[in-house]
């Protein structure tokens, strides 16, 4: 690329009519908007004419993104030149920055976010009610699990989107563990980090409020094989499931497997003996 084609692809023209609203948003320190708050910035009632006018303008100068979540833009600031930070988690920020929205990142998404996960996954996870609309755009970035309300819980909020804290990652391998499958057999695995630092009386209190068998069957054997027994000990002061649960549904048995009487878990790949 030539010095003026880079000159070019940084060069951005700012209309007269334009100024006020970026210059409101790099006063405010904005990253993402919303179509609501831009006409806010310009003085002109939100879905206009006018404000969706303003908006097409902002793109087109390329001073805005639009996000795979309608109504929201990623702002590009003039320090930062023309270009998106490519952040794989503004498109939750959007789906999230309602007061009131339920949702959150789970499994090994939630896991990177949090440190115990070395590498970011293909996909994050997000945990969204069923009653939920969700773009076909987005489909293609997340993973979505739509749940009832109440099976939204434990999670606090980090890089500004609600995460699955470190007891509620247990209860999320246990409720899908299909989507991690044999590396679960890894004695290295970040669920064993996660559970290193989880605090026995949360596990026991989310489970309690989970009230799934199957879920605690599985977040107890799986505490025992990553060497909390400690935990697995308080898991199972609430009860053994009355059939077998399978750890890993559809995954067929290795020279590993075997089934966990405490728990009544059908371990088929032999969790956490890979060293």
């Given amino acids: ?48 004419s006018a404000a969706y006018d303003i908006i097409r303008r902002l793109v087109a100068a390329r001073w805005l993104r639009p996000l795979p979540v309608q ?9 930062a030149g023309p270009f998106s930070r490519e952040d794989a988690l503004d498109p939750l920020r959007a789906i999230f920055s309602d007061s009131g929205s339920l949702g959150q990142v789970v ?12 590498r970011a996954p293909v996909q994050f ?14 489909r293609s970035l997340y993973r979505f699990h739509f749940v009832m309300p109440d099976r939204i ?15 509620r990652l247990l209860l999320d391998v246990a409720l899908w563990p299909s989507t991690i499958g044999a590396a679960l057999r890894d004695r290295d695995h970040w669920l064993g980090r996660a559970l290193a630092e989880a605090t ?8 309690r409020r989970l009230d799934s068998t199957a ?27 009355r059939v077998t649960v399978p750890l890993l549904p559809g995954i067929e048995a290795t020279p590993a497997a075997h089934r966990d009487k405490r728990f009544n878990v059908a371990d088929p790949v032999g969790a956490a003996t890979l060293a």
């Fill in 71 to 79: 109504g929201h833009y990623e702002f590009l600031p003039g320090a």
């Fill in 107 to 118: 499994l090994t998404g939630a896991a990177f976010l949090r440190g115990f996960a070395g």
């Fill in 1 to 48: 690329m030539t010095a003026e084609n880079i000159h070019e692809n940084l060069h951005r023209s700012l209309p007269h009519g334009l100024r006020n609203v970026v210059g409101e948003l790099e006063l405010r320190g904005a990253t993402l908007v919303s179509a609501r708050e831009v006409a806010a910035y310009a003085g002109v009632p939100a879905g206009s």
């Fill in 215 to 241: 879920a605690t069957a599985r977040a107890g054997y799986l505490a025992h094989a990553f060497g909390r027994e400690d935990l697995a000990e308080a898991v199972a002061g609430l009860g053994r499931s």
């Fill in 153 to 167: 819980f434990g999670a606090e909020l980090i890089e500004g989107v609600p995460v699955s804290t470190r007891e």
């Fill in 125 to 138: 996870d997000v945990l969204l009610p069923r009653t939920k609309f969700v773009w076909t755009s987005l």
């Fill in 200 to 207: 026995t009386s949360t596990v026991v209190d989310m489970l």
